[in-house]
């Protein structure tokens, strides 16, 4: 598999991507910086965490519009895969590859922890390495991580099964105490239609060695390999 991880001013997760996949292709990716829209063809684009622009407007507003996203979207479109995480997430939003948006977490605070996550679709590339209401534990750390969709986009993302994961309680439980940031009914990761595009505001990358807390985010890149090499 190839990979390109894109490099925004303000990104801050790139490097813990590229480690995280590295560990997973057993060669490193391709480091893009945003402005260079004519990169290699690549299996796997990867938008990592961070706070592009410093989050002025919206999170992700402005590099929605970074000249390497027009390239992206064109590929997407086109059916390679593509992975936001955390301001990824934001931006793939803002660039109407994702439905819904993200906005100020309820409590309007900042917040950076270890959440536990329920997978709800094992059937991507991106989720296929867990089981169907397994429990994963994932770092968050975001300011504007509340995921809205209005009642028409959510009926959408029910009946395609657009929703990859949800927070839970380690029980498995999903309620409102065990929603970190008012997402509309817990939503943590979305897909596109296409299932060939995810977004999601927890850090898999985070947990890829046991010597980082553990390897619940391992799965996802291995399943990625696994399937686009």
């Not at 995280?20 to 060669?27: D, E, F």
């Not at 309620?175 to 995810?198: H, L, P, Y």
Request: with cysteine.
């Amino acid at each position: 598999m190839k990979a390109a991880v894109i490099v925004f001013p303000g990104s801050n997760c790139d490097r813990d991507m590229k480690v995280a996949l590295a560990n997973s292709m057993g060669s490193d990716p391709l480091m893009v910086w945003h402005g260079d829209s004519n990169f290699p063809e690549v299996d796997l684009i990867v938008l990592p965490g961070g706070f592009s622009y410093g989050d002025y407007l919206r999170s992700g507003a402005m590099s929605a519009n970074s000249p390497v996203m027009q390239e992206i979207v064109r590929r997407a479109n086109k059916g390679i895969h593509v992975l936001g995480v955390c301001n990824g997430f934001q931006i793939l939003t803002e660039a109407g590859l994702l439905p819904g948006v993200l906005m100020r977490n309820s409590d309007m605070k900042f917040v950076c922890k270890d959440v536990s996550l329920r997978v709800e679709a094992v059937h991507t590339p991106f989720t296929q390495g867990y089981d169907k209401g397994q429990i994963i534990n994932v770092p968050v750390a975001h300011h504007d991580g509340n995921y809205f969709i209005d009642d028409d986009g959510f009926k959408e993302l029910e009946d395609n099964r657009m929703i990859g994961f949800r927070y839970a309680h380690a029980t498995g439980q999903v309620d409102e105490k065990s929603n970190i940031n008012g997402s509309r009914d817990n939503i943590a990761g979305v897909f596109n239609k296409g299932r060939n595009v995810m977004g999601m505001m927890p850090h898999p990358e985070r947990l890829i060695d046991p010597a980082l807390g553990g390897v619940d985010g391992k799965p996802m890149f291995d399943s990625l390999v696994e399937v686009l090499s």
